[in-house]
């Protein structure tokens, strides 16, 4: 299973744009890229997965450049409702059994 | 939207006792696991189960858990003789497929005392 790599922690302010990168430089071919939003005491909901290049949902957009050794979450104009826990997971059809969680990212969003 | 359930949402038990979590997993899903998260700890595996039978399992799922598809719809994790290191957060999850994106339940808080 591919390691990933994010920041420990990001702050943002109400309404603006925040972008959560991964590095996953030993990804497979096979892998996907997902990722995962934590609240306290909840479990993990998930947010967007991608193979390549971009893809957007109603809640966020997730780029992931050519070689896919990294991938950029963006949420538009979050609010404070966004402070959570974000995951970035890699895996493929054969490791979905068992998702390998790090330690995210925590993000907190100030008015 | 469909959603995996589980209950209880908070169980106290005593060392030693036996633990029984239980899971309703969204309906057309075949692909059921259960993790858990120590309090301020990483969501770790436990086991993934499918066709009746355990798929994987990891280091934490010893000799004392057990799972269980008992009739249809509920998925269970049993914990035979609970230890005041299983005490977390313990969330049941369903995959439509083994290939598919995973939905978390919102969790059982189990605390041994």
């Known amino acids: 299973l591919a390691k990933t790599t994010q920041p420990i922690s990001m702050d943002s302010y109400e309404g603006q744009e925040v972008n959560i990168t991964c590095s996953h430089n030993n990804i497979a071919t096979n892998d996907y890229i997902t990722w995962y939003q934590q609240f306290p005491s909840q479990g993990p909901r998930f947010i967007i997965q991608?193979?390549?290049t971009k893809v957007t949902n109603e809640v966020a957009s997730l780029f992931i450049p050519a070689d896919r050794k990294s991938s950029t979450l963006s949420l538009p104009r979050v609010s404070l409702s966004d402070t959570a826990v974000y995951y970035c997971?890699?895996?493929?059809?054969?490791?979905?059994?068992?998702?390998?969680f790090g330690s995210g990212t925590r993000l907190l969003v100030r008015p | 939207e469909p959603e995996v359930t589980q209950t209880p949402s908070h169980q106290v038990t005593q060392m030693g006792q036996e633990v029984i979590l239980r899971c309703v997993p969204i309906s057309n899903h075949l692909y059921f696991y259960w993790y858990r998260q120590i309090l301020g700890q990483k969501v770790e595996f436990l086991v993934s189960f499918y066709n009746n039978e355990i798929s994987e399992k990891s280091e934490i799922f010893d000799d004392q858990f057990s799972v269980e598809r008992p009739d249809g719809s509920n998925f269970t994790l049993k914990i035979r003789s609970t230890k005041l290191e299983d005490s977390a957060m313990y969330f049941c999850?369903?995959?439509?497929?083994?290939?598919?994106?995973?939905?978390f339940g919102e969790g059982s808080w189990l605390t041994v005392v």
């Open positions: 999850a369903s995959s439509e497929d083994s290939g598919n994106t995973i939905y």
């Open positions: 991608g193979y390549k």
């Open positions: 997971l890699v895996g493929g059809m054969d490791s979905s059994y068992k998702l390998i």
